[in-house]
């Protein structure tokens, strides 16, 4: 194991979300779900995270917004859509202005679907994540580098 | 001893040489080869005066102290006619009490002088000569790349340079004959021959400001020479015996004798060392060409009054005179810094830096003990190298970026790498750890704490807030210097060729003089003050330490190789610019497509460390100093003349 | 007393330091985010997570925006490090004073050539707070050898009773300031550990990967030696009690970041000099009454 797995740094970005899922991301840093047991740090800033969560959406406004969020993040990293806007676009998929789910615009890794995604789910979800944070990072060990 | 007379006569011939010389390739030539020959002579003295100590030259001819006498007349006359004619009556009339004080003094002289031991040279005099020597004759070849430069773009400006030239080494000589002068009267006379010169020089440009600037200096500094006329006129005809108008005999004579004169010449160092309250003179001196304000700053003027404060030191040790000096270059210091936090101008900050610095020599001569001597000389010495290639950098940035604001050097490490870097070690010169000031600085703290009780924990207090206020004011200026918001590629050429040797040979000085500080201190320093203070030197700074400070530098000049390592495998991406969309480098997108460039500036504070504020601070606690010093003096009056 | 550089004591004080002071700076560190998640209700990472989080870093990809970024951070943890062996070996108290602070104008200067907003303008809060607290630590410097007659802190340990004794004003300040140092708040105005986002990460915003990482060992180094300063005011006189009033004040500084919210920089510089004057110089000055 890797300690990428020990000390997953989050950057959490609201694409379009309704704020459902969004509380339910900052419901896990909450003494009930408490996530800092495993590490996990909410950052704001993609130079420092592994771990892009995703809420929401995406609309012709955010596109660039979120390219850039995760071209500024330094391998080994994952992308986890929560919510099923992030995955599909949810309801609001047939809006003029959404163009889908994150995985239309960068690689998603896990999706944690749900209207809201429960905060069990979400763990679940990125402890998922970390797996494959390990696979890639075990990867890029053999292959020489991050590309 | 012939050596002085040669130091001191040179550069005068070659500046009456300078007025002849039309401008051209050939003054030019003579201006290279003049400072070639002084520059090598000083050091030649240093070789011939090594572990000598102090040595005597007798001139012994009435002939010469009368010629002395009349071109102190001249000088005085040629002040106070300037003076009449640009209607400063002040100035005037300031110049003719001091005259008059003079005459009166060798008129009714009450004591027999004689001619005897005129100059001398020790250790002290030849650190100094050979800042004046290497230090002021770089300036001088860097003038000549400068003046050319400065002329083309200040069309408006007259050129002078014949004058100009003139000037500077007439200052070089008027500065061999201040630290070697043992007879106090030349002393004086060379003194105020730099006084004249630094007025003839800040008003170089001869429009308005420069001349209101120059006429404050000259009316600052005639206020130190009367007090300077003070102590002559003491020495004559107060104190009974003609011994004393020579240096090391008043020196030897003890507290006792020489605090009064002491005291007299110390005030006239405070004014030309540019202490509060007089140091507006030397902000208000840069509108002289840079080379000028290298030179005020670095090697001549001001040194010149410290040098004669550092000379009486040992005369103030321990003593209410003394604390009263040190508590106003201690004051000095602490607002001075302050005030440079709040300026953009780099020749401002670089002005409000050289008072702080003297203001750190002045206390420490205050103090006047082995320690405090030993970190004020080293301090003189660490601050003309940097300080001059700091000046003369920023220079030459300011003929190229047509700015000489700080915030206008924004990423210069990627326009002009070169003189960027030597900036760089000029700041790190100034005030980080195993570099020079930082040195001194320390010495400063060991000195203070053995001070007069409880002035010394005063002094301490001043100098805790006052360094973290330098580290300030230095590090964020460095910050600008190596902030790069996009790269672009660097200028083919940063500077003319005589700017670019002397910075070269000032980077050079700056690095070496910190490698070779132990050497100075074993070899020059300690001497000095072994001399000075009959007998022992404790051991002022241990192996160790130095050892340590060595490592330390060392360190720092071989973690730049790391920077090859770090330049491979490296991914390089942009500024993290809160993810904006549809700008590309450091913008941020507005409203209405407005794409807007990020605009970083320092913080200047201004609230806190406002200019005017804390000058007027500043001049109002040096001159309740400054009377309680008069006070003081006036007290101990009545029982010396008995 | 004297300090010798090369003798066995030194020597070993500060090859210990060298080797241990991170893991120690880890595992406080470690303690102190366990603390902060008790006061909030939370179980909190493991006691090691500290160490992982740099651990992690080294394995993250070496992205940066200038290459020269890491060479300021480089010296910033080399002279870290040599403040911190200067400082266990018993060197002049003043030489490690400085040595702090050259490192930190590293760290400064590191976070400046990036040339990023946010970077920039945490780099000048962080100048901010190293003047806010540079006069309260030369005092403390100056008040330690008025008590031991040392500057050699290999000295000073040794003084025959607890320096804090007479040195009560001058301990305080540094409790005050090493707020500001640990980088907690209410003076976390630079960086922060905490989800302050309106600069980012401020000082740190553009370092990533192994130049985080640096920085990171660079504060654990900083740690252990802070708390080791703290510990010169009591030193081999009372030394049990020195550790338990350090830890206690540890506790403190940890309550005091999870009760209180960030101030402006304009209250950090004014109280910290204030508290200077007041604690610090006149504590100096009593010193002759006594």
């Known amino acids: 194991m890797s300690y990428l797995t020990k000390s ?64 500024q993040m330094p391998k080994p990293n994952v992308v986890v859509g929560v919510g099923i806007c992030a995955c599909s676009g949810g309801v609001f998929r047939e809006c003029y202005n959404v163009s889908g789910g994150v995985g239309e615009l960068i690689p998603v890794d896990v999706y944690v679907p749900g209207c809201a995604a429960r905060p069990e789910q979400i763990i679940d979800g990125i402890v998922k994540a970390l797996g494959i944070l390990d696979k890639k990072y075990k990867d890029s060990k053999k292959g020489g580098d991050f590309k | 001893m012939d050596l002085l007379i040669f130091l001191i006569l040179f550069p005068l011939i070659a500046a009456i040489l300078m007025l002849l010389l039309p401008n051209g390739e050939i003054r030019d030539a003579i201006v290279k080869i003049a400072a070639l020959i002084i520059a090598v002579s000083s050091v030649y003295l240093f070789i011939e005066t090594f572990g000598k100590g102090i040595s005597y030259v007798t001139i012994g001819s009435e002939t010469v102290g009368m010629a002395i006498l009349l071109c102190e007349l001249v000088v005085a006359i040629f002040i106070i006619a300037i003076s009449l004619k640009f209607r400063k009556y002040i100035v005037a009339a300031l110049a003719i009490v001091q005259t008059a004080i003079l005459v009166y003094a060798e008129e009714f002289a009450s004591v027999e002088t004689g001619f005897l031991n005129e100059l001398f040279v020790d250790e002290f005099s030849v650190i100094m000569a050979l800042i004046i020597g290497i230090i002021g004759s770089l300036i001088c070849v860097y003038s000549v790349g400068y003046m050319k430069g400065y002329h083309e773009k200040h069309a408006d400006v007259k050129d002078n340079r014949k004058l100009f030239f003139f000037v500077m080494f007439l200052f070089l000589s008027a500065m061999f004959g201040v630290v070697f002068s043992n007879h106090i009267v030349w002393l004086f006379f060379f003194w105020e021959i730099t006084t004249l010169c630094s007025f003839l020089l800040i008003g170089y440009a001869m429009d308005e400001i420069a001349w209101k600037n120059a006429f404050w200096a000259l009316l600052l500094n005639t206020i130190g020479g009367v007090g300077f006329s003070g102590a002559i006129l003491f020495i004559l005809v107060y104190s009974g015996n003609g011994d004393f108008i020579y240096l090391n005999n008043l020196i030897a004579a003890g507290p006792v004798f020489a605090m009064i004169p002491a005291a007299l010449i110390a005030f006239a160092g405070l004014t030309k060392s540019a202490q509060m309250p007089f140091s507006s003179w030397l902000v208000g001196a840069m509108v002289a060409p840079t080379p000028v304000s290298a030179l005020l700053h670095s090697s001549t003027m001001v040194k010149a009054g410290v040098y004669v404060i550092v000379r009486f030191a040992p005369i103030f040790e321990l003593s209410y005179i003394g604390v009263l000096i040190s508590l106003v270059g201690g004051v000095t210091f602490l607002l001075a810094s302050a005030i440079a936090i709040g300026q953009s101008n780099a020749k401002k900050v670089l002005a409000y830096s050289t008072i702080a610095n003297l203001g750190l020599v002045v206390a420490c001569a205050g103090i006047g003990t082995q320690e405090a001597v030993w970190a004020a000389i080293l301090l003189i010495i660490f601050h003309a190298v940097a300080k001059s290639l700091l000046f003369l950098a920023v ?19 990627s326009t002009m790498p070169k003189v960027a870097v030597m900036m760089l070690i000029g700041i790190a010169g100034m005030f980080l750890a195993p570099f020079g000031m930082l040195i001194s600085k320390w010495a400063t703290i060991h000195a203070f704490v053995n001070a007069l009780p409880p002035f010394g924990m005063l002094l301490i207090a001043m100098i805790a807030y006052g360094s973290g206020i330098t580290v300030f004011f230095w590090a964020k200026w460095m910050g600008k210097l190596i902030e790069v918001k996009k790269k672009s590629s660097p200028l083919k050429k940063e500077a003319t060729s005589p700017e670019m040797f002397t ?36 051991q002022l700074l241990s192996l160790n330490n130095m050892l340590i ?64 504020k804390l000058s007027k601070t500043g001049v109002i606690l040096t001159i309740i100093l400054l009377i309680v010093f008069a006070a003081v003096i006036i007290l101990n009056l009545p029982g010396m003349v008995m | ?63 940066v925006v200038y290459e020269s970024q890491n060479f300021w951070i ?31 104008v590293f760290l400064i200067l590191g976070a400046y050539s990036t040339g990023s907003p946010y970077a920039h303008v945490g780099a000048e809060r962080e100048l901010i707070q190293l003047m806010a ?46 707020t500001m140092k640990l980088r907690k708040s209410p003076f976390d105005l630079s960086t922060s550990h905490h989800a302050h986002q309106e600069l980012v990460k401020g000082l740190t915003t553009e370092f990533s990967g192994s130049t985080l990482g640096m920085t990171e060992i660079a504060h654990l180094y900083e740690l252990v030696f802070l708390l080791g300063f703290l510990f010169l005011f009591f030193g081999t006189a009372a030394p049990l009690i020195g550790i338990a009033v350090i830890l206690i004040v540890y506790f403190l500084e940890v309550f005091v970041d999870n009760a209180t919210s960030r101030v402006k920089w304009q209250f950090a510089l004014k109280s910290c000099w204030i508290v200077t004057a007041v604690l610090g110089v006149l504590n100096l000055l009593a010193l002759y009454l006594i």
């Open chain 2, 395 to 413: 220079g030459s940035v300011e003929h190229q970026k047509k700015s000489r604001d700080i915030e206008d050097m924004s990423g210069l490490i």
């Open chain 2, 503 to 538: 910075l070269y040979c000032l980077t050079g000085l700056t690095v070496i003089t910190c490698l070779l500080f132990p050497l100075i201190s074993g070899f020059m320093i300690e001497p000095y003050i072994v001399e000075v203070y009959n007998g022992t030197v404790s």
């Open chain 3, 1 to 63: 007393m004297t300090f010798e550089f090369f003798t066995n004591s030194s020597f070993i004080g500060a090859v210990l330091f060298i080797l241990f002071a991170p893991l120690i700076g880890g595992i406080v560190m470690g303690i102190d985010r366990k603390i902060t998640a008790r006061m909030q209700g939370r179980v909190g990472p493991p006691v090691l997570q500290p160490i992982y989080d740099i651990l992690k870093l080294f394995e993250k990809e070496n992205m």
């Open chain 3, 133 to 178: 607290v540079e006069p309260m630590i030369i005092i403390a410097a100056v008040g330690l050898y008025q008590v031991t007659n040392s500057f050699d802190t290999a000295g000073i340990i040794q003084s025959t009773f607890a320096p804090v004794i007479v040195l009560p004003g001058i301990f305080l300040g540094m409790v005050y300031i090493l």
């Open chain 3, 74 to 104: 480089l010296s910033y943890l080399i002279f870290i490090v040599v403040t911190g062996v200067l400082f266990f070996a018993g060197s002049d108290i003043l030489l490690v004073i400085f040595a702090l602070t050259l490192a930190h």
């Open chain 1, 8 to 71: 997953p740094w989050i950057i959490h970005y609201d694409a379009s979300s309704c704020n459902g899922c969004d509380i339910e991301v900052l419901a896990c840093l909450t003494p009930l779900y408490d996530v800092e047991r495993f590490g996990i740090i909410n950052t704001g800033n993609p130079k420092h995270a592994d771990i892009f969560v995703v809420t929401g959406s995406v609309n012709e406004q955010n596109k660039e917004v979120i390219k850039n969020i995760y071209n």
């Open chain 2, 549 to 612: 400070m060595l490592m330390m530098l060392v360190l720092i000049l071989l973690l730049p190789l790391s920077l090859g390592h770090f330049s491979k495998g490296r991914t390089v991406v942009g500024q993290y610019m809160g993810a904006r969309p549809g700008v590309s480098g450091v913008s941020f997108a507005g409203s209405m497509g407005v794409t807007k460039e990020v605009e970083l500036s320092n913080y200047y504070m201004e609230e806190f460390f406002g200019e005017e």
